[in-house]
């Protein structure tokens, strides 16, 4: 948001995943809809503002120490890839929402059509 970090893609990213599991949510205050890449194919620029807050060792979520943008997420499972807050890109993407995950811990007031109802028993 402030511009302190940028970053260049120079390859291929992956259709967009929203993932609604119960972290993501509150790390966006939504759900996470993010792409990814191979590391190597990502260049950062201002890499000395960006901070990780690691909750477990299976997850890191790379944030702007600036202004404290949401921009990445890392499994630690998958060291090799890398994924981007979709909402990060500049128009056009080029890109298109393809899955959504952990759809049971989506927040009740997000109602979408072509995810399955969720049961609140």
Do not use: K
């Given at each position: 948001?402030?511009?302190?970090?940028r970053y260049a893609v120079t390859g291929p990213l992956r259709d967009?995943?929203?993932?609604?599991?119960?972290?993501?949510?509150?790390?966006?205050?939504?759900?996470?809809?993010?792409?990814?890449?191979?590391?190597?194919?990502?260049?950062v620029e201002g890499e000395e503002l960006l901070e990780w807050y690691?909750?477990?060792?299976?997850?890191?979520y790379g944030f702007c120490r600036a202004c404290g943008s949401s921009?990445?997420?890392?499994?630690?499972?998958?060291?090799?890839?890398?994924?981007?807050?979709?909402?990060?890109?500049?128009?056009?993407?080029?890109?298109?929402?393809?899955?959504?995950?952990?759809?049971?811990?989506?927040?009740?007031?997000?109602?979408?059509?072509?995810?399955?109802?969720?049961?609140?028993?």
């Amino acid at each position: 948001m402030c511009g302190a970090i940028r970053y260049a893609v120079t390859g291929p990213l992956r259709d967009v995943f929203n993932c609604h599991c119960h972290r993501c949510r509150r790390w966006t205050g939504h759900h996470m809809a993010a792409t990814s890449l191979a590391v190597g194919d990502l260049r950062v620029e201002g890499e000395e503002l960006l901070e990780w807050y690691r909750p477990d060792e299976h997850a890191a979520y790379g944030f702007c120490r600036a202004c404290g943008s949401s921009l990445f997420w890392q499994a630690s499972d998958s060291p090799e890839r890398r994924s981007i807050c979709a909402g990060t890109l500049d128009p056009p993407t080029h890109l298109t929402t393809v899955e959504a995950w952990w759809v049971s811990e989506a927040s009740d007031y997000h109602v979408r059509p072509d995810l399955p109802e969720r049961r609140t028993e």
